[in-house]
């Protein structure tokens, strides 16, 4: 269990007030934005923590890189299953790109499907807006 806390987000308020909390697939997929969104180096004691994406963004871009990137920084999140094999997907949007990455939660033994976008800082406020889950029950 930990807070709940998406990227660019604020702490949220369980409906009796206390800081909310986040278990199951909803504690996989915030801990894989995490790293995939936090720049290598910028963790002082994990300075091998992160994937960086948004510094990605503005160089030429390699769909292979990415994604092979996405998929080492994922395996090393103990809530990914290494099979089935993540599903990445990238696609261009203006200023950046949406990734969209299909696996399966080991602990909530789920498939998780998450669809996010990716800017090179400063990040804009609708980024949160844009996060997309899916869960099948």
């Not at 992160?50 to 092979?68: E, W, Y």
């Amino acid at each position: 269990m930990d807070l709940h806390h998406l990227w660019t987000g604020d702490l949220s308020a369980a409906p009796n007030g206390d800081l909310a909390t986040a278990d199951g697939f909803n504690l996989g997929m915030q801990r894989v934005l995490r790293r995939l969104m936090t720049a290598q180096g910028e963790y002082i004691w994990h300075p091998d923590y992160g994937a960086g994406l948004p510094q990605r963004i503005g160089n030429v871009r390699d769909d292979r890189v990415i994604a092979a990137i996405v998929r080492a920084q994922i395996f090393k999140e103990i809530c990914v299953a290494r099979s089935p094999t993540p599903k990445i997907t990238l696609q261009s949007m203006t200023n950046g790109l949406i990734v969209t990455i299909r696996y399966f939660d080991r602990f909530a033994q789920k498939a998780v499907t998450v669809t996010f976008p990716v800017q090179a800082r400063p990040y804009a406020q609708s980024q949160q807006a844009a996060l997309s889950v899916e869960v099948p029950s």
